[in-house]
Each structure stands twice: as C-alpha cells, then as structure tokens.
Nanobody, 110 residues
Framework: QVQLVESGGGLVQAGGSLRLSCAAS??????MRWYRQAPGKEREFVAGINWSGSRTNYADSLKGRFTISRDNAKNTAYLQMNSLKPEDAAIYYC?????WGQGTQVTVSS
C-alpha cells in the first residue's frame, strides 16, 4: 500500500488560491483522487487523475476553478484551487491504491 502525505493547506481569503500537494512513498501510485470533507458533511469527490496524467475528471461544481496534476518524477500530485469560496473550506484528502493521507485543512475567510 502506498503512503500518502498531503500538504499546502492553510487560511486564505475568499477569491484567493492555494495549491495542495500529495506526496507518495513506498511506490509510484497509479490513479489518484482528491476528496474533501467539511464539518458535518460526508466526504465528497473533488478531482481525479490517471497514472500518466492524460485523463482528469472533476466534480461538476468545481470545474473551471480546480486543476489536478501530477509529477511522476517526484511521485507527487497537486490540486490547484483558484477563486476559493467559503464553502470550499474542508479537510482535503488524497486517495490512491487503497490508501488515504491524513488530510490538510483549508480555511477560506469571507
């Protein structure tokens, strides 16, 4: 099982941007997905990317604002988040090959 570590979360004003990273260790991960979970809500899918990076998919509500990418040389995936809204505040998790990271907190002030 691959080990995943997220980073890059923090506090940002509405309209701002953040880039999250998900570093994998143990072995190169295959498809990778980002999820998020806000307080009192279920974990929801955010974005996914295949091994080569040639295919991506997004939650419909996030298309155009979020971009997923990966650098296989660094065994790291990214989530670029632009035009952030207060409702984007959540803990963001990466998931791959049956493993989950510990999450990184994103807070958006209005």
């Amino acid at each position: 099982q691959v080990q995943l570590v997220e980073s890059g979360g923090g506090l940002v004003q509405a309209g701002g941007s953040l880039r999250l990273s998900c570093a994998a260790s143990g072995r190169t991960f295959s498809d990778m997905r980002w999820y998020r979970q806000a307080p009192g809500k279920e974990r929801e899918f955010v974005a996914g990317i295949n091994w080569s990076g040639s295919r991506t998919n997004y939650a419909d509500s996030l298309k155009g604002r979020f971009t997923i990418s990966r650098d296989n040389a660094k065994n790291t995936a990214y989530l670029q988040m632009n035009s952030l809204k207060p409702e984007d505040a959540a803990i963001y998790y990466c998931n791959s090959d049956g493993g989950w990271g510990q999450g990184t907190q994103v807070t958006v002030s209005s």
